[in-house]
């Protein structure tokens, strides 16, 4: 069935080094992907999608890239600030009928000053 | 504009109880989702509804039920309320303007503990 998978948590990391979240799917069709931020105690917002093989999406200095050959959409970052320290989900959204997004199960991130 | 709006977004329960959550899609939003979220299980999907029909739905017991209004706003209800029911409830809307992949835009949620 569709899912995905991401790298497990959690990744403590210092300010200003590199981030990377692993993060794979399974899907018939043609999803889209996204990854999604949930900071403590709030809910999920989305922080980048791509709708396309070969799309990157980036924002706020987050990028990833849909990657069909290998089924991918890692989650990057140059330079992390503490004010990154979140929980990040990849998930990819399918129309089958309706529409779901299906979720990875999160990776914890703890950035020290 | 808004965002998507959940209420309550606290609620203490005891089992064998119901529920009614409530959910205010953004505006101009046509389809709204719900999600359970649990440590154990993560973010699972319970149903969307879209012109107050249901067209998706999870593997979730008949327990958790939904509807939709005409102004796209949306309940769900949890009967029979059991420990493991305990959880933040999600609700995200889309604008479901073309057919084709849409994204989904979440409330704050609503925490249920069931005691």
Avoid at chain 1, 48 to 72: P, Q, V
Wanted: positive net charge; charged residues 20%; contains cysteine.
């Amino acid at each position: 069935g569709d899912s995905v998978t991401q790298m497990e948590g959690p990744v403590t990391l210092s300010e200003e080094a590199f981030l990377t979240i692993n993060c794979t799917y399974t899907a018939t069709g043609y999803p889209s992907l996204f990854w999604y931020v949930q900071y403590p105690g709030e809910g999920l917002q989305l922080l980048l999608k791509a709708t396309k093989a070969d799309d990157k999406g980036s924002n706020k200095g987050f990028e990833a890239t849909y990657r069909k050959e290998t089924t991918s959409f890692h989650l990057e970052k140059g330079s992390v600030q503490v004010s990154d320290s979140a929980v990040y989900f990849c998930a990819l959204g399918l129309r089958s009928g309706g529409f779901k997004t299906i979720f990875g199960a999160g990776t914890r991130l703890f950035v020290k000053a | 504009k808004a965002g998507v709006t959940q209420t309550p977004r606290y609620l203490i329960k005891t089992r064998g109880q119901q529920v009614t959550l409530s959910c205010s899609p953004i505006s101009g939003h046509r389809s709204v989702s719900w999600y359970q979220q649990t440590p154990g299980q993560g973010l699972q999907f319970l149903f969307e509804y879209f012109s107050e029909t249901q067209r998706n739905k999870g593997n979730f017991p008949g327990r958790f039920s939904g509807r939709q209004f005409s102004n796209s706003r949306s309940e769900m209800n949890v009967s029979t309320l059991e420990l493991g029911d305990s959880a933040l409830y999600l609700c995200a809307s889309s604008l479901e303007a073309s057919g084709g992949q849409e994204t989904q835009y979440f409330g704050p949620g609503t925490r249920l503990l069931v005691l």
